[in-house]
């Protein structure tokens, strides 16, 4: 049973835009708060972009301006719109519940952002 399955990431030189999405299982994570997280190489995993169920988002300050979460209940998908990409932005990029407010569900595979200078 696939809980969370990440997509879209890629190559992008620095300055240039993706769009992830991530789909999740409906009737598990519909009533959770979630969140976009990214593991940098040689770093923990950490939560940079949360969306409540009210569709309130909250950023650190590394993205805040530059990503945009976002989440489509009725289609059981969810966003994140990363413009201005920086060097520094790339890593593994996964989404799950917010660890602060919801259980973790099983963590997909994630999807591979690189961004070059």
């Known amino acids: 049973q696939v809980q969370l399955v990440e997509s879209g990431g890629g190559t992008v030189q620095a300055g240039g835009s993706l769009r992830l999405s991530c789909e999740f299982s409906?009737?598990?994570?519909?009533?959770?708060?979630m969140g976009w997280y990214r593991e940098a190489p040689g770093q923990q995993r950490e939560l940079i972009a949360a969306?409540?169920?009210?569709?309130?988002?909250a950023y650190p300050d590394s993205v805040k301006g530059r990503f945009t979460i976002s989440r489509d209940n009725s289609k059981s998908t969810m966003y994140l719109q990363m413009n201005s990409l920086k060097p520094e932005d790339t890593g593994v990029y996964y989404c799950?519940?917010?660890?602060?407010?919801?259980?973790?569900?099983?963590w997909g595979q994630g999807t591979q952002v690189t961004v070059s200078s």
């Open positions: 969306i409540n169920l009210d569709g309130r988002p």
């Open positions: 799950n519940a917010d660890w602060r407010q919801a259980q973790l569900g099983v």
């Open positions: 409906g009737d598990i994570f519909s009533a959770r708060a």
